[in-house]
């Protein structure tokens, strides 16, 4: 059995962490989740994939720049879809968004929830949140995919470069304190916002 190894992406202030007797976690890319159990895509979509069906949602990063969602458009059982077509519609306050479709294959199951209650994809995007059960054309096609990973360095890149964000470490309990007080040496005193107390 190996041991529990980590990989601590610097550039970008990612944590991960996978081992043969621990699932593997998940990724937190600054205030952003990324589920560990899935694949990606390039434009937030996600696919959980078991066995020859997979369903689909979008991501935390997508609903949250989406904002308060008021309605989804969902397709019909039945229908089929290839790589890239628009699945699925969200209607938000700010705009009205395709979610393509990140496998091919047709839809045996939709979300009927969303109906009554869309914001289920701002509160729970990776799991009541999920829009649609696709049954795979070609599972294979998952290879095509981005994983956790994969997708966390992209997001990383977009937080940084587009909104300017700080990205934060996703670290254990015991390792908090030590990365806070490495964070602060490098900040100017004007940026850090509080009078240090005395301990």
């Keep these: 059995m190996e041991e529990i190894f980590e990989e601590v992406y610097k550039e970008y202030g990612i944590k991960y962490e996978y081992s043969e007797e621990v699932a593997m976690e998940d ?3 600054g205030k952003y989740l990324v589920k560990a159990d899935r694949y990606y895509t390039k434009d937030h979509e996600w696919a959980l994939v078991k066995g020859n069906r997979a369903w689909v949602g979008i991501t935390d990063y997508a609903q949250k720049e989406l904002g308060d969602i008021v ?8 229908e089929e879809f290839e790589i890239g077509d628009t699945l699925v519609n969200v209607e938000s306050v700010k705009s009205v968004s395709p979610v393509y479709a990140p496998l091919s294959g047709s839809v045996v199951e939709v979300n009927e929830a ?3 209650e869309p914001a289920l994809v701002n509160e729970s995007p990776y ?3 999920w829009m649609v059960v696709l049954e795979l054309k070609d599972p294979s096609e998952v290879e095509d995919l981005l994983s956790p990973e994969e997708y966390a360095g992209i997001l990383a890149e ?9 990205v934060s470490l996703n670290l254990p309990e015991e390792e908090t304190e030590e990365v806070i007080e490495e964070s ?10 509080y009078e240090e107390k005395e301990r």
Excluded: A, F, H
């Design 184 to 193: 602060l040496e490098t900040l100017p005193e004007e940026e850090i916002g």
């Design 114 to 116: 969303l109906n009554d």
């Design 158 to 166: 977009i937080v940084m470069e587009e909104k300017g964000e700080r």
């Design 71 to 78: 309605y989804v458009d969902l397709p019909s059982v039945g």
């Design 27 to 29: 990724i937190w890319v």
């Design 127 to 129: 799991e009541d949140g």
